[in-house]
């Protein structure tokens, strides 16, 4: 296990079933010095400095109804929101006080309309010009997506969720395809988007070949950036009763990006904290070098409600700053204020 790897640190590649056993190994000394190796990657790449990013959830409203999700359209129990351009606005005006150069816009699938979104990301790129933005909103047109760029945006995140086709249908309605996400994570590198992209470990239905199929569907598409965070249930969704997803194999996860892609941007996501209490030094002992503190307004936070018990106050929150500095000063880390541009 420990040549696999030494080959993987050096060669940034494995063939699929020794991925697979790394995915499924119980030896902890194996999986220790996974961990290590791929710290010692990112720590080369960017010493102790973890890049922090505003969350800024613009609303929760969506017209696509995937089977994990909690603000999925046919769930009538989330009170819907749409932050206005003013509160947008305030909200980056409130994380640039505070240090942030990058700040994440990310909502449902209706949220907002796409000249709303090219209004607001012309005004952030005016009253900031050295901060990067970044959009989740998820799948455009092209022609939408080039739009954004123009008006000043520079990085997205699209997770694919699972590349399997069997398992995209177990994820999502008929009405959702596989191939028209693939082709929009297409049209985000080709319009020149940082482009970013990842899944939920261990959804319903999700195996160990599965990941194997991600690991090699990424490795082709050489993301910029990856998250990958474990799926939680949530009670408003036909997943409510499915169990967890685990944490230790998400932990597995990151390390063999980190070791696939030394330079890649991989945060500590928010899924992993909430099942962790102290996932976000978990993920960044594991190779992670993003952290996305919630930047929304926190009257809304309780209704973007992915999943169930969501963090999003303390080291999750923007305002808590001082509290993330602490969490990482006990780790030998630092927050960078640093834009953060994939290099
Ligand atoms: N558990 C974990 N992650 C989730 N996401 C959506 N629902 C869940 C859930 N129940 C993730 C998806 C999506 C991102 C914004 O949140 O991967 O891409």
New binding site residues.
Partial sequence: MMIWIDKLRRDHALAPDEYRQLLATTDTDAVEYLHRQAREVALRQFGHDIYIRGLIEVGNRCRNNCY???IRAANMSVARYELTKEQILTSCREGYKLGFRTFVL?GGEKSGSYAMWEDVVSEIRLAYPDCAITL?LGEMTRSEYEGLFRAGANRYLL?H?TYNADHYRRLHPESMSREHRLQCLQWLKETGYQTGTGI?VGSPGQTLDHLVEDICFIRRFQPQMIGI??????HDTPFRDCRPGSADLTLRLLSIFRLMFPSVLIPATT?LSTLLPDGKARGILAGANVVMPNLSPAAYRSSYA??DNKAAMGTEAAEGLALLKQELDKIGYRISTARGDFK
């Avoid at 965070?229 to 949530?234: A, D, L, N, S, T």
């Fill in positions: 994990y999700c909690g990310q989740s997770r969720e939920m965070g474990p799926f939680i249930p949530q899924a992915l999943y």
